[in-house]
């Protein structure tokens, strides 16, 4: 079993340059990297911690990163899937990872509970 995290935001110079200004112009929106990064582009130190005292893997993507059988089992990006021999499944959809903003240990608490 794995976890994947998928943003809703592109990769690479270009994508995270987008993601940015459409933030700035209140357009762009992504939960995830509200909880990963918030306006860090390294990492936010909050989920630097959480992840430093949780079992949990969880794999990050942006969405042209990830393959077309993972975007398949989204409802909405940001989602987190979990995989289980090849066949995704959403478990935490992108109404719920908003719930976790400011609290990236409950976050991975949900996902080691599962």
């Given at each position: 079993m794995?976890?994947?995290?998928i943003y809703d935001a592109d990769g690479g110079l270009g994508g995270e340059l987008r993601y940015v200004a459409?933030?700035?112009l209140g357009r762009g929106k992504c939960a995830?990297?509200?909880?990963?990064?918030?306006?860090?582009?390294?990492g936010s130190r909050s989920w630097?911690?959480?992840?430093?005292?949780?079992?949990?893997?969880?794999?990050?993507l942006h969405r042209d990163e990830a393959t077309a059988e993972q975007l398949?089992?989204?409802?909405?990006?940001?989602t987190?899937?979990?995989g289980d021999d090849g066949q995704w499944s959403?478990?935490?959809?992108?109404?719920?990872?908003?719930?976790?903003?400011?609290?990236?240990?409950?976050?991975?608490?949900?996902?080691?509970?599962l």
């Amino acid at each position: 079993m794995s976890f994947v995290g998928i943003y809703d935001a592109d990769g690479g110079l270009g994508g995270e340059l987008r993601y940015v200004a459409g933030k700035l112009l209140g357009r762009g929106k992504c939960a995830l990297c509200d909880i990963t990064h918030g306006w860090n582009p390294m990492g936010s130190r909050s989920w630097k911690q959480a992840c430093a005292v949780s079992d949990v893997d969880l794999e990050l993507l942006h969405r042209d990163e990830a393959t077309a059988e993972q975007l398949a089992a989204t409802t909405a990006l940001p989602t987190i899937l979990r995989g289980d021999d090849g066949q995704w499944s959403e478990i935490v959809p992108a109404d719920e990872i908003a719930q976790f903003v400011g609290a990236p240990d409950a976050l991975l608490e949900r996902l080691g509970a599962l």
